[in-house]
């Protein structure tokens, strides 16, 4: 099953997403991939009703989750009655088209 | 920095769905103004800058530098494509200046120029969405109206703003714009008919909730044109040039949810402080303001994080008619990017255009009395590319 | 075999009920009447369609074709139950929409025609045709398809559109799809507006209209 992953840079601790070669407060090389884990709350969202070629679903919720970690992503959220605050968990699924090929990654569901 | 900069000679193509000419009509209708205001001819030109984003994916050519070179006559002067996403315009000004203010080259010419109504909407908005981050953003379907309303609605969490604010922005730009003949849109509107009314819901339908149409710009045709040269030679073109007094260009991370504070706009507020450092004066001393408000959001938030009102509260300005024409402070007297329309890369030039047009008292019906000091700013990714200048009246 | 008296005492039209006027704000605070068209305005709404059918683009060419057929078709007494909404802007008409009745229950919804685009005349337009077709009429469905794909997706979210693959629209060769009186009532609130009566001056000055030239044959517009 597929797991949401980040990095963590090993000199100051931080975690971020997605995965980067330095880390993003202190620079350091010295960084190890990091599982996310299944908790995340949501900071913000929009409901996009003009979705780009490729994305067959109107509205596209999309919005920007934090993890307990600190780590933040921007994914597509799938959930009855969004708000921000909810809790939501990274699930793997089909996102969109682009082009021919169709695309997969993480987005958000209710726990 | 080098020599002092001015600004001789400004012009801009009417903005709008322009199906009577092709990009490089467009170009040209913008560059002959200019070059016709500056007063200078083809053999003075050393050196032509074209800002255009999407000219390779929408008018299937590249090269539009030296295509514009070719086409104005100015060989054997030389000529490049300036590329920097919704900051070309600006980008392209900037490099002009570096290269006049180091001596490289006496007299620039720096056309920004966009066509792109003939193509479909969804196709626009999933090129102009390749600024985002590729595997963080892009990939799940993200595109610039989702991230500006994923900003309005932590404003709205955050700073109480109401999308009435947002409508009173767009107002405020459409009457603007009705006194400018060159906007894209001269097109009254009302709270009534875009907010108030029942019916409102269906005039002014979502786009990226809560941004709804008209909080968001239109997609626009057309081109502006400067000539810039040394701040000594500019005196022979004209009485009171308008000098280029300071540049401020920063960068923010990539993606929006990396920002240390999504809601803040890191990158507009040091290329701000930048551009004020070079041009030793700070947000009191400007009189008038262009600012990128492809979405009216990013003209609140852009005031505020540029050093103009306290974080959280332009929108309480907007409501105290602070930034109307006749304000203490008019924000976008040209219509901004809402009225005045966003040919991508035409924007930031047109900033100076207006600007430019303020500054030597030019500016007609949208005149702002008394205006000695001017700030642009030219907003590049989702703002996380940044360019703002200061420009001042020289006398 | 059938009498030929019991085959003419069919009655094919189902019974006229007029649509009555109401009137709305766009955005640019302007007021929209939206009014029936009478069979005796036909030949100047083909003068308004007639321009459109060298459109450039967004299949304007193929929708005004169609509907000068219907309209013309209508004033000719060779379509039953068919009906025209017209939209009238300061004396100007913006736009036009049509239907028609396959019998009491089924109405087949034929098109829409914005002068003025990008102000949401068509949408306004669209959802007073099936308000009239649904509430006045008394139809319990209304079959739907569209030549442009553009819009279409909007207006199947905005809607509730149903698919019907059984069913061919009688513009042939495209998808068909269903507005039941269910649905309809489920997004009324979101999609139709407008009051009643329409204040007299205002009527009057939507009964005599101007036409205009369509935003979309002109070289430079919004």
Same mark, same amino acid.
């Given at each position: 099953?597929?797991?949401?992953?980040?990095?963590?840079?090993?000199?100051?601790?931080?975690?971020?997403?997605?995965?980067?070669?330095?880390?993003?407060?202190?620079?350091?090389?010295?960084?190890?991939?990091?599982?996310?884990?299944?908790?995340?709350?949501?900071?913000?969202?929009?409901?996009?009703?003009?979705?780009?070629?490729?994305?067959?679903?109107?509205?596209?919720?999309?919005?920007?989750?934090?993890?307990?970690?600190?780590?933040? %992503?921007?994914?597509?959220?799938?959930?009855?009655?969004?708000?921000?605050?909810?809790?939501?968990?990274?699930?793997?699924?089909?996102?969109?088209?682009?082009?021919?090929? &169709?695309?997969?990654?993480?987005?958000?569901?209710?726990? | 920095?080098?020599?002092?900069?001015?600004?001789?000679?400004?012009?801009?193509?009417?903005?709008?769905?322009?199906?009577? $000419?092709?990009?490089?009509?467009?170009?040209?209708?913008?560059?002959?103004?200019?070059?016709?205001?500056?007063?200078?001819?083809?053999?003075?030109?050393?050196?032509?800058?074209?800002?255009?984003?999407?000219?390779?994916?929408?008018?299937?050519?590249? %090269?539009?530098?030296?295509?514009?070179?070719?086409?104005?006559?100015?060989?054997? %002067?030389? %000529?490049?494509?300036?590329?920097?996403?919704?900051?070309?315009?600006?980008?392209?000004?900037?490099?002009?200046?570096?290269?006049?203010?180091?001596?490289?080259?006496?007299?620039?010419?720096?056309?920004?120029?966009?066509?792109?109504?003939?193509?479909?909407?969804?196709?626009?908005?999933?090129?102009?969405?390749?600024?985002?981050?590729?595997?963080?953003?892009?990939?799940?379907?993200?595109?610039?109206?989702?991230?500006?309303?994923?900003?309005?609605?932590?404003?709205?969490?955050?700073?109480?703003?109401?999308?009435?604010?947002?409508?009173?922005?767009?107002?405020?730009?459409?009457?603007?714009?009705?006194?400018?003949?060159?906007?894209?849109?001269?097109? $009254?509107?009302?709270?009534?008919?875009?907010?108030?009314?029942?019916?409102?819901?269906?005039?002014?339908?979502?786009?990226?909730?809560?941004?709804?149409?008209?909080?968001?710009?239109?997609?626009?045709?057309?081109?502006? *044109?400067?000539?810039?040269?040394?701040?000594?030679?500019?005196?022979?073109?004209?009485?009171?040039?308008?000098?280029?007094? #300071?540049?401020?260009?920063?960068?923010?991370?990539?993606?929006?949810?990396?920002?240390?504070?999504?809601?803040?706009?890191?990158?507009?507020?040091?290329? *701000?402080?930048?551009?004020?450092?070079?041009?030793?004066?700070?947000?009191?001393?400007?009189?008038?303001?262009?600012?990128?408000?492809?979405?009216?959001?990013?003209?609140?938030? &852009?005031?505020?994080?540029?050093?103009?009102?306290?974080?959280?509260?332009?929108?309480?300005?907007? &409501?105290?008619?602070?930034?109307?024409?006749?304000?203490?402070?008019?924000?976008?007297?040209?219509? #901004?990017?809402?009225?005045?329309?966003?040919?991508?890369?035409?924007?930031?030039?047109?900033?100076?255009?207006?600007?430019?047009?303020?500054?030597?008292?030019?500016?007609?019906?949208?005149?702002?009395?008394?205006?000695?000091?001017?700030?642009?700013?030219?907003?590049? #990714?989702?703002?996380?590319?940044?360019?703002?200048?200061?420009?001042?009246?020289?006398? | 075999?059938?009498?030929?008296?019991?085959?003419?005492?069919?009655?094919?039209?189902?019974?006229?009920?007029?649509?009555?006027?109401?009137?709305?704000?766009?955005?640019?605070?302007?007021?929209?009447?939206?009014?029936?068209?009478?069979?005796?305005?036909?030949?100047?709404?083909?003068?308004?369609?007639?321009?459109?059918?060298?459109?450039?683009?967004?299949?304007?060419?193929?929708?005004?074709?169609?509907?000068?057929?219907?309209?013309?078709?209508?004033?000719?007494?060779?379509?039953?139950?068919?009906?025209?909404?017209?939209?009238?802007?300061?004396?100007?008409?913006? #736009?036009?929409?049509?239907?028609?009745?396959?019998?009491?229950?089924?109405?087949?919804?034929?098109?829409?025609?914005?002068?003025?685009?990008?102000?949401?005349?068509?949408?306004?337009?669209?959802?007073?045709?099936?308000?009239?077709?649904?509430?006045?009429?008394?139809?319990?469905?209304?079959?739907?398809?569209?030549?442009?794909?553009?819009?279409?997706?909007?207006?199947?979210?905005?809607?509730?559109?149903?698919?019907?693959?059984?069913?061919?629209?009688?513009?042939?060769?495209?998808?068909?799809?269903?507005?039941?009186?269910?649905?309809?009532?489920?997004?009324?609130?979101?999609?139709?507006?407008?009051?009643?009566?329409?204040?007299?001056?205002?009527?009057?000055?939507?009964?005599?209209?101007?036409?205009?030239?369509?935003?979309?044959?002109?070289?430079?517009?919004?």
């Amino acid at each position: 099953m597929e797991k949401m992953t980040g990095v963590k840079c090993k000199s100051c601790g931080r975690v971020f997403y997605p995965k980067r070669s330095n880390c993003l407060s202190c620079m350091s090389g010295d960084i190890e991939e990091v599982e996310l884990g299944d908790g995340c709350k949501l900071l913000t969202y929009t409901k996009l009703y003009a979705v780009p070629l490729g994305v067959d679903r109107i509205p596209l919720v999309l919005g920007i989750v934090e993890f307990e970690n600190g780590a933040r %992503a921007t994914g597509q959220i799938e959930a009855d009655h969004v708000q921000i605050g909810m809790q939501l968990k990274p699930v793997w699924g089909h996102l969109r088209r682009i082009g021919r090929m &169709e695309v997969f990654g993480f987005k958000f569901t209710q726990p | 920095m080098g020599r002092k900069v001015a600004i001789i000679g400004c012009g801009m193509s009417k903005f709008g769905r322009r199906d009577d $000419k092709d990009l490089m009509g467009l170009l040209v209708e913008a560059s002959t103004r200019s070059l016709g205001d500056a007063g200078v001819g083809r053999k003075d030109i050393d050196a032509v800058y074209v800002a255009s984003m999407l000219c390779g994916e929408l008018t299937h050519q590249t %090269a539009i530098a030296s295509a514009l070179a070719d086409e104005l006559l100015v060989l054997p %002067a030389a %000529a490049e494509r300036i590329e920097n996403g919704p900051a070309s315009g600006a980008s392209a000004v900037k490099n002009a200046y570096a290269a006049v203010a180091s001596g490289l080259y006496e007299t620039v010419l720096v056309t920004g120029g966009e066509k792109m109504r003939h193509a479909p909407g969804p196709i626009v908005t999933d090129l102009i969405a390749t600024i985002t981050h590729p595997t963080a953003e892009y990939v799940h379907g993200v595109t610039l109206p989702s991230l500006a309303g994923m900003l309005t609605r932590l404003y709205m969490q955050r700073y109480g703003l109401e999308p009435r604010h947002l409508a009173l922005v767009a107002i405020k730009n459409h009457n603007n714009g009705l006194k400018n003949p060159y906007a894209h849109l001269h097109r $009254k509107i009302t709270l009534e008919g875009i907010y108030l009314e029942p019916e409102a819901k269906l005039n002014n339908p979502p786009v990226a909730d809560p941004l709804r149409m008209y909080y968001c710009c239109p997609i626009t045709d057309g081109a502006a *044109s400067v000539v810039i040269t040394s701040a000594e030679k500019a005196k022979k073109f004209n009485d009171t040039p308008v000098t280029v007094a #300071g540049i401020g260009h920063a960068t923010d991370t990539l993606a929006v949810h990396e920002r240390e504070d999504p809601a803040v706009l890191k990158a507009v507020q040091i290329s *701000s402080q930048r551009a004020f450092d070079m041009a030793k004066s700070e947000p009191k001393a400007i009189d008038v303001i262009e600012l990128h408000d492809a979405f009216e959001i990013l003209e609140l938030a &852009e005031s505020e994080d540029a050093g103009f009102f306290e974080k959280g509260t332009a929108h309480k300005a907007v &409501e105290e008619g602070v930034t109307e024409l006749d304000g203490d402070l008019p924000i976008n007297p040209s219509g #901004g990017l809402k009225a005045r329309g966003h040919p991508v890369g035409a924007t930031g030039v047109a900033q100076i255009v207006e600007l430019t047009w303020q500054l030597r008292g030019d500016a007609g019906e949208r005149q702002v009395s008394g205006a000695e000091q001017a700030y642009a700013l030219n907003f590049g #990714g989702f703002g996380n590319n940044v360019v703002s200048f200061v420009l001042k009246r020289s006398d | 075999m059938t009498e030929v008296a019991d085959f003419l005492s069919v009655d094919w039209d189902v019974p006229r009920k007029p649509y009555p006027a109401k009137a709305l704000t766009l955005a640019t605070g302007e007021k929209m009447v939206i009014r029936e068209a009478s069979r005796e305005e036909v030949p100047q709404l083909l003068m308004a369609i007639r321009p459109l059918l060298d459109a450039p683009g967004e299949f304007y060419d193929v929708v005004a074709a169609r509907t000068y057929a219907e309209l013309l078709g209508w004033h000719r007494y060779r379509v039953r139950n068919e009906y025209c909404l017209v939209g009238v802007v300061d004396g100007k008409l913006v #736009g036009l929409v049509n239907n028609r009745l396959v019998d009491k229950d089924l109405c087949v919804s034929l098109h829409t025609i914005a002068m003025r685009k990008g102000r949401s005349v068509g949408a306004h337009l669209f959802a007073a045709k099936q308000e009239h077709a649904i509430e006045y009429l008394g139809v319990s469905e209304i079959l739907v398809t569209a030549e442009s794909p553009r819009g279409f997706n909007l207006l199947v979210v905005n809607w509730g559109l149903e698919p019907r693959p059984g069913v061919q629209h009688e513009l042939g060769g495209a998808k068909s799809w269903v507005l039941t009186k269910e649905n309809y009532y489920k997004h009324k609130d979101e999609q139709v507006f407008g009051k009643r009566p329409v204040p007299g001056d205002l009527y009057e000055q939507s009964l005599n209209f101007e036409l205009i030239e369509p935003d979309i044959m002109r070289l430079e517009s919004d």
